[in-house]
């Protein structure tokens, strides 16, 4: 597995598909990969000739306070995990070539980026979408996968390669739980034994949302709120119902698709999960 670490060596590397027009497919990912990772990177090894996958924890994406020091970080372990699922290089590109200090550049997604994780996470959607822009560039793929689980970062993503023409395909993914229900996350390794068990209570929520809202906005809301305001160790940062497509807060009873999602710290670790209702 070759990992490459510019952008100039990514095109050393790419160039004999990009001369055969070979399918490229691109997995951005910030390391520390679990399953729901790899289920991106087989997808995308079953369809594409050539998979790419970017490890790189963009700093432009941390708030301050946020846990971008802590971050866990293991790029050996990344790989040795990646060759088995398929994928065929690694792009780990060096902080300081790929996030220069003086660039002055920003993508910014009008609207969806506002709401939910926008809010609690202000600039958050800006580094997202910078960077993700910058990694299609670099790597130029056809199709690119994201994960479920991040459902606004996905919409996000979607509308902003749909407004610059750059002439991707988006393709998102289920998310990948635990047998316990709690969504795969990176952020899982900081949890304690006791908040482990706590975690679960996040995917609950939505699971009530889901089985008890008979196609009210507003009733799957209070079952969200109402499970999650009794689960111990949970502090609820936002929940809501939407409409998946504009992203736009749902109310009350509607027979369009509808989707739920809830961000919850457990002690100072900070859990988002998401379902289709
Ligand atoms: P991250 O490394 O957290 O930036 O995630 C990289 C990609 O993996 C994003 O598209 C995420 O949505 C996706 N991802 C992370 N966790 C999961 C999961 N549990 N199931 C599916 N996709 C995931």
């Known amino acids: 597995m070759r990992v490459l670490r510019s952008v100039a060596e990514l095109d050393d590397a790419l160039g004999p598909a990009r001369r055969r027009g070979d399918l490229v497919g691109l997995v951005p990912t910030m390391g520390a990969l679990h399953d729901g990772h790899l289920s991106l990177v087989r997808r995308s090894a079953a369809r594409a000739a ?46 300081a070539a790929f996030t220069p200090p003086g660039a002055r550049t920003t993508v910014h997604v ?9 809010a609690s996470r202000p600039g958050h959607f800006d580094g997202v979408a910078t960077i993700v822009a910058k990694l299609l560039l670099a790597v130029r793929p056809r199709v690119a996968f994201f994960g479920e689980k991040d ?9 902003m390669v749909a407004d610059l023409g750059l002439g991707v395909e988006v393709v998102g993914c289920p998310v990948v ?14 949890l304690s034994a006791e908040q482990r068990r706590q975690a679960p209570a996040l995917h609950r929520a939505l699971v009530a949302a889901a089985a008890g809202w008979g196609g009210d906005a507003d009733r799957a809301r209070a079952l969200l709120a109402g499970s999650l305001a009794g689960a111990p160790g949970i502090r609820v ?16 009873p ?5 989707r739920a999602l809830g961000a919850a710290y457990v002690g100072a670790t900070r859990l988002i999960d998401t379902l289709a209702l």
């Open 254 to 258: 509607g027979d369009g698709p509808a």
């Open 177 to 190: 739980r635990e047998p316990d229900g709690l969504a795969m996350s990176s952020r899982n390794a900081y």
């Open 110 to 118: 009008a609207g969806v980026t506002e709401r939910l994780e926008g």
């Open 237 to 252: 940062d936002n929940a809501e119902v939407v409409d998946p497509g504009p992203f736009e807060r749902l109310e009350g």
């Open 151 to 159: 459902y606004q970062q996905l919409v996000v993503v979607r509308t």
């Open 50 to 95: 050539v998979t790419v996958v970017s490890v790189f924890v963009n700093p432009l994406q941390f708030g301050p306070g946020e846990d971008f020091d802590a971050y866990p970080r293991d790029l050996d372990r990344d790989v040795a995990l990646l060759a088995p699922a398929g994928a065929d290089l690694v792009f780990a590109p060096a902080a």
